[in-house]
């Protein structure tokens, strides 16, 4: 029975979205209609253009800001996290709450002060009000970075802060002792501590519904599906109770907390399933990323030592490390695992245009983007993060391995990875790669 936390150095958070911007709505985008119409809607209409084109390296381009007086803390906390976002190319509207005290900011943590967190493809923010700004982001070399920075305290002339208690958390046997995030799902009580006895879940795309988002805010609607989120649970002897049906369905939480402490009116539940999806993709993608480093440098280490001339595609050890990393990419790129929704999930307008603004798409409109959120979460099944740093980042030889491994599964070879996609399917994620991605081997050519 889940609570769920999202770990990071009291990290992450969502996105102002706008309606009527002009922007045009594809065929393939989820109909408006597709939501409660009773929902709030974003209050805030800002540009999102530099959604479009986030920065390659959030963290220096924040500092850079900081340092030259672009952005400067004036009075207000909520009016210099909107710059922050901004800067860093993260959409106010991808706004989750959580209110489990599960992180570094705990003591400021409740369920009438939860903690904000935002992302975009790259880069997470987190907010408690009162407390500080949290971001985490894709490092070239070391996977995953986490920093931190006062409102009213920093100085924009020293770098951001580093906390070293942040990996505690972040890499430790859950991350596979490689810097990482965690979407955690828990017991809370009524002051947001987790119930010990009753344990915990790391949630993602395959975790049960009626698992997920324990000590978190959920906005939206889900049919008869139930999650444990908005809810306070009961301790009992060694374990606890916890009515998924009281929080079942809100489109609105009002008289939960004061809403006008953040920069979205919710904590949207299709943000919330997209969030777990790409925390495990950035996982995978940094341990692969750091283990096929640290590999490769041993190999070459003991083929020097022994008078060899290093070849790692050559090195069994090796390269038996890199395929088995790849197919632990691949199967979750392609969803292999994924929980089939038995009713549609409705959500923000807003988080879905902002989500799709710095989308890649075909001549027809096709994307990775693409949200289905009636079976599925996407309607083409290859994870939207094959664009992301953290995937361009990686060492050659396993993003060639990834590559090798992805073409064999939507090609229809016998892989185990791709039993739950059919022909038209498989073909459409290739069309919508081909199209979208300049760096395919030569092999993905019609």
Known sequence: MPRVEFVATAIMAGALLLTGCGERRDADEPDPANTDAAEPVVARQPDITHLRQPP?????????????????????DNAFLAEVLKVCGIPAASQVLVFSKTSLQSPLISPSNPRAIYFSDDCYVGFVPGGLIEISDTD???GTGFYSLHPQTYDPAEPLDTPVSCLNCHSSSRTHYAPGLLVRSVFPDAEGFPIGSAGSHITGHASPLEERWGGWYVTGQHGAMRHMGNAIARELANDAELDMEAGANLTALDGLLAPDRYLAPGSDIVALMVLEHQVEMHNLLTQGAIAVRRQTFRSGRIAESSGEVFDPYESETLMSLVNHSAERIVEHMLFTDELALTDPVRGDRAFIRQFRANRHETDDGRSLKDLDLTTRLFRYRCSYMVYSQA??????LLKDA?????????????????AHLDADERTAIVEILRATKDDLPAYWAD
């Open 56 to 76: 390659a390296d959030p963290r220096a381009t924040l500092e850079a800001a900081l340092s030259s007086g672009v952005l400067v803390y004036e009075g207000d």
């Open 140 to 142: 070239a070399e070391g």
């Open 391 to 396: 995937f361009e980042q990686m060492p050659a």
């Open 402 to 418: 990834v590559y090798r491994q992805l073409f064999d599964a939507l090609a229809g070879m016998e892989t185990g990875l791709n």
